[in-house]
C-alpha cells in the first residue's frame, strides 16, 4: 500500500514539474514574441526617423509640412494639401463607416436571424479578402463616372475626386470594423443582456445600453484598425482620387500622403527621394498620434465608468 501510495504521490509530483515546465516554456515563448513586436517597432521607427528626418529639416519644417505647392522638378516641397486630403479622406470615411459598421454588427449578433447571418457574415468576410486594387477598379469604374456625371451638372467635370475617394474608403473599411465589432459583442457575458431585460428593458435598450457600452474596447478596436488601413491605403485611392497636389474640396481631385510615394518614387533621386521618406515620416506619426488618441479616449472612458 506504502508503494502504491508513494508511486502515486511521485506521479502527481511528476504531472505538476511538467506542466510548471510547460507554463514556463510558453512563458518565454510569449515574451520572446512581444520583444520581437517591440524591436520591430523600435527598428522602424528609428529607420523612418533617420530616413525622414534628414530631408523635412534639409528643405525646412515649417515650408515642407506648411507649403501648398509640390514640384519636384524645381525642388519644392509642400506637403500641407496632401495632408488635409489624408485628413479630411480618413475622418469622413471612419465617420461614415463607423456607425453603419457597428449597426450592422448588432444586426448580425443579436437581431438578425441564424441563417440570414450565415448568410451576410461570410459576404463581410469576403470583402474583407478582396485586394485593394480591385476596390480601386471598381472604384474607378463604377463611381468615378457616376460622380463625374454629378460634376457636369455643376459644369466642373473633373473624374476622379475627394468625394470618390471616401467612398472606396468607406467601403474597405467596413468589413474590419464589422468584423472586430460583431467579435466584441459577442464577448459580452449574456447575463449582460438577460438583466437588462429582467428590469424591464426592451430588446434593443438591452442592446444599446448594456451590450454595447460593454463591448466598447473591441469596437474602439475595430476604428484604430478600420482608420489605419483608411489612412494607409494607397492603390484604390490611387485609382479614384485624381491625383492633383491642390487643397481638398469635396468634388475636386486631390492627392493623399500614401499615394506620393509610389506615385513618383520611379523616377525620383536625391533631395525628391529624400522628401518621399519625409512624407513616410509624417504618415507614420500621423497613425501613431491616431492609435494614441483613441486608446486615450478609451482609458479615460474606462476610468469614468
Request: glycine fraction near 10%; include cysteine.
Amino acid at each position: 500500500m506504502r508503494t502504491t501510495g508513494n508511486s502515486q504521490t511521485s506521479s502527481v509530483h511528476g504531472k505538476a514539474h511538467t506542466k510548471a515546465m510547460a507554463e514556463r516554456i510558453m512563458g518565454m515563448i510569449f515574451f520572446v514574441c512581444g520583444l520581437i513586436a517591440v524591436i520591430s517597432v523600435i527598428f522602424i521607427s528609428l529607420y523612418m526617423l533617420l530616413s525622414g528626418g534628414p530631408a523635412i529639416f534639409k528643405i525646412g519644417p515649417a515650408e515642407f509640412l506648411l507649403g501648398t505647392d509640390w514640384d519636384p522638378e524645381n525642388e519644392v516641397f509642400g506637403i500641407l494639401p496632401m495632408i488635409l486630403a489624408s485628413v479630411v479622406a480618413t475622418l469622413a470615411a471612419v465617420l461614415i463607416a463607423v456607425p453603419i459598421g457597428v449597426l450592422t454588427a448588432v444586426f448580425l449578433s443579436h437581431i438578425a436571424q441564424k441563417r440570414l447571418a450565415g448568410i451576410v457574415r461570410p459576404m463581410v468576410d469576403l470583402l474583407s479578402g478582396i485586394p485593394s486594387v480591385v476596390y480601386g477598379l471598381l472604384g474607378a469604374i463604377l463611381i468615378v463616372p457616376l460622380i463625374f456625371r454629378l460634376q457636369e451638372s455643376l459644369s466642373m467635370p473633373t473624374g476622379g475626386c475627394l468625394l470618390s475617394a471616401i467612398i472606396v474608403l468607406v467601403i474597405m473599411i467596413l468589413p474590419t470594423i464589422i468584423s472586430v465589432s460583431e467579435t466584441a459583442l459577442r464577448a459580452v457575458p449574456a447575463s449582460y443582456y438577460e438583466a437588462s431585460m429582467g428590469l424591464g428593458a426592451s430588446k434593443i435598450q438591452s442592446i444599446f445600453r448594456a451590450v454595447l457600452p460593454a463591448a466598447r474596447s473591441g469596437i474602439v478596436a475595430g476604428m484604430v484598425l478600420g482608420t489605419g488601413r483608411a489612412i494607409g491605403e494607397t492603390m484604390a485611392v490611387m485609382m479614384v482620387a485624381g491625383n492633383a497636389v491642390i487643397m481638398p474640396e469635396l468634388l475636386k481631385p486631390v492627392r493623399l500622403l500614401t499615394v506620393s510615394i509610389p506615385f513618383e518614387w520611379a523616377y525620383s533621386s536625391g533631395i525628391h527621394r529624400e522628401a518621399l521618406f519625409g512624407v513616410g515620416l509624417v504618415l507614420f506619426v500621423f497613425i501613431m498620434i491616431i492609435n494614441f488618441t483613441l486608446n486615450g479616449i478609451l482609458k479615460k472612458g474606462g476610468k469614468a465608468e
